[in-house]
Structures are given as structure tokens and as C-alpha cells.
């Protein structure tokens, strides 16, 4: 079984330790955000900072030696697709921040690609600023055929807001979580939510003697004849039914049949407490991101919600399976790994994420 926490550069770590094929979900959210100062993170264990490791991870978006040997990188790669995507990026918008952040990304991804199951996924975690460009370098490596979502995570519901200073934009709320597949064979495993009281109470009308809540449902074979449905009568209605005679049959008797009145056509009870709630949409407006009194804050800025990991991991990565994740940061991915009885490997750059 794998646990295991590495310290150091993902790109040298994937490289060394990780053979092709091993990973089933992978996970990532690397950081991305200049106004952010993260020093507050290279504390040393004794209270110092760590100078180098401030300076190692300063200097890693911004275009500079280092940038340019990643180009070189993705390059020697011979991934002739995401090397033309990266260099049209690199000649259109010029050699800065976002150009740094793309490249070093870009030979992670390929790192990240080959590590990955044929079953596996990704999913990386960004913001809005950069995900159009990620979405076009993901596009190279993982092929557009691969891309599952884009799902869009709301991150606030209350935002003070900044047109006080004059801001002339709307506030941004929401993350972005790219979701791709390494083949068409993906594991997956669709989440619910609970229904609604609102839904519950306009979709689940009816109630039982015995108290459980149902709605009823057509039995009609929809297409008719033409698509081979069976036509017979029913409690003196005859139709295409969904179902055969003995089908049928066994509904009415187990009391699954509802006719409101002599005429109308029977209807079939499902009921409330047999439905799985409603499946989650690429629209993520129900998990709570952390705030100040959060039980579960660790003081990391960019800390993100156990309840978040929970979902991505129930729902791509087999039980059992290895989950990886190349910024781990504070651990919440390991933590939910854990919690859900997956295989988990870490690797982050600082040794205050580590420790």
C-alpha cells in the first residue's frame, strides 16, 4: 500500500519515484496568485525563515532561467502537440508571469499524464484568470476527448464586495475545477445531494397509509408500437406500456399502481425514500468553503474544504485506489484520501506542508 509524503519539486519527485500507469486520481491545486504572499508559509520548524526556500518558491512564476528550461523541458518531451500549444501561447502573450505559470505547469501535466492510470483522472483547481489557458494546455496532453468538466465551484455566498474602492467588475465567487480523463474508460461514480424541502414538498405530493411520501410516474411506453412497446389493458385502459403483462402484473400486486379515478390512466409509485437524491451537476454551489471559524482551518491561505476533496475522491477514484497530490499543502486531499479508505501520495515543495 502506498502512504507517502515526499518533500521537494514535483517535477523532479514524479520523475524519480513514480512509474507509468500507477495513479488512479490526482489532484492538484497549484498556486497561482501574485497580490498573495505565501512566505508566511516558509517558516522554518525553528521560527527562521527558510531564505532558500522563500527564494524557491518566489521565483517560480515569474519567466526567468528556470521558466525557460521547463520550455526546454516540455520540448525534449516530444509531445510535438503540447510543445506548438505552449509555444503559440509563449509568442502571443510574451514572456511574463502567466507565460512562467503555464510552462511549468505544462511539464508537470505531461509528468502527471504518464503517471495516470488508463482509468484515471485529473482534476486541477484554478481560478478564472488563467483556466482558458489551462484548458487549452490540458486540451494538448490529455486530448480533447478526455475533457470531462469544467466545473465551477461557488466558493462564497456572502462577499463583502469592493465597489466601495471603486471596483468596476462584479466580485468573483466561484473556482474552476478542470476535470479530464486519461481514456474514455474512466472510473466514475455520480454523487447526490439530498433533495430539497421545497423539492420534497412541490415532486413528492402523495403519501402512503403507511406515511412514506411518492410521486407517480408514467407507465406509458414512449416511441409506442414503433419502438416494440406491448399494447394491453390496464384497469380498463388500454395503452403501449413501458412494461410486459406479467411486469405488469407483479406492480399491481405489490401496490405500486395508482389510478386516481376510473379512466385515467394508472400511474406507478416512486417513492421518496427509494430515490438517491438529486445528482450533482457540474454547477457546485453546496459545499461551503472554509472561513475564519471553520473547525477545520489550519491558518493555510489557500486551505481548501474537506467536504470538496470528499466528493472528487468518492466520485473518480475507486476505493482503494492511489490518489495523488503533486501541491498537497496543508493535506486536505490526504486527509480525505485517508478518510475514505484510499491509498494517498503527497508531495509538496515546503517543509511546513510536509510537517
Not at 101 to 109: C, E, I, N, P, S
Request: hydrophobic share 35%; charged share 25%; proline share 4%.
Amino acid at each position: 500500500h502506498m502512504y507517502k509524503l515526499f518533500f521537494g519539486d514535483n517535477l523532479e519527485i514524479l520523475k524519480e519515484h513514480f512509474e507509468e500507469n500507477t495513479v488512479d486520481l490526482i489532484y492538484l491545486d497549484p498556486p497561482f496568485n501574485s497580490k498573495t504572499n505565501y512566505n508566511v508559509l516558509f517558516k522554518a520548524p525553528s521560527g527562521a525563515d527558510s531564505q532558500a526556500q522563500i527564494e524557491a518558491f518566489d521565483d517560480t512564476w515569474h519567466w526567468n532561467a528556470s521558466a525557460e528550461q521547463a520550455f526546454d523541458q516540455v520540448m525534449e518531451y516530444g509531445h510535438t502537440a503540447a510543445f506548438d500549444m505552449l509555444s503559440s501561447i509563449r509568442s502571443s502573450l510574451g514572456e511574463n508571469d502567466m507565460t512562467a505559470y503555464l510552462t511549468m505547469m505544462a511539464v508537470r501535466q505531461l509528468e502527471l499524464h504518464r503517471v495516470l492510470k488508463d482509468t484515471g483522472s485529473i482534476f486541477l483547481h484554478c481560478d478564472s484568470s488563467a483556466v482558458h489557458y489551462l484548458k487549452i494546455i490540458m486540451d494538448s496532453i490529455f486530448g480533447p476527448q478526455n475533457y470531462r468538466n469544467d466545473l465551477i465551484w461557488k466558493r462564497a455566498n456572502t462577499v463583502k464586495g469592493n465597489f466601495g474602492q471603486g471596483q468596476k467588475s462584479f466580485d468573483r465567487n466561484t473556482d474552476n475545477i478542470l476535470f479530464y480523463s486519461k481514456s474514455e474508460n474512466n472510473t466514475f461514480c455520480q454523487p447526490f445531494k439530498p433533495y430539497s424541502a421545497d423539492y420534497i414538498e412541490k415532486s413528492y405530493r402523495h403519501v402512503d397509509e403507511d406515511g412514506r411520501r411518492y410521486q407517480s410516474i408514467s407507465m406509458t411506453g414512449p416511441g409506442g408500437k414503433a419502438k416494440g412497446n406491448p399494447y394491453y389493458e390496464v384497469m380498463g385502459v388500454s395503452r403501449y406500456w413501458r412494461y410486459s403483462e406479467e411486469k405488469m402484473q407483479e406492480l399491481i400486486e405489490s401496490g405500486m399502481v395508482v389510478q386516481t379515478k376510473v379512466g385515467n390512466v394508472p400511474r406507478k409509485k416512486q417513492y421518496l425514500d427509494g430515490g438517491k437524491g438529486v445528482p450533482v451537476q457540474s454547477l457546485w454551489d453546496d459545499v461551503e468553503a472554509l472561513h475564519s471559524q471553520s473547525a477545520e482551518r489550519l491558518g493555510y491561505p489557500t486551505q481548501k474544504p474537506l467536504a470538496l476533496l470528499e466528493r472528487i475522491i468518492e466520485s473518480a477514484a475507486p476505493e482503494g485506489g492511489v490518489v495523488l497530490d503533486p501541491f498537497c499543502g496543508c493535506g486536505t486531499a490526504i486527509h480525505a484520501a485517508q478518510t475514505l479508505g484510499r491509498q494517498w501520495i503527497g508531495i509538496d515543495i515546503t517543509h511546513l506542508a510536509i510537517t
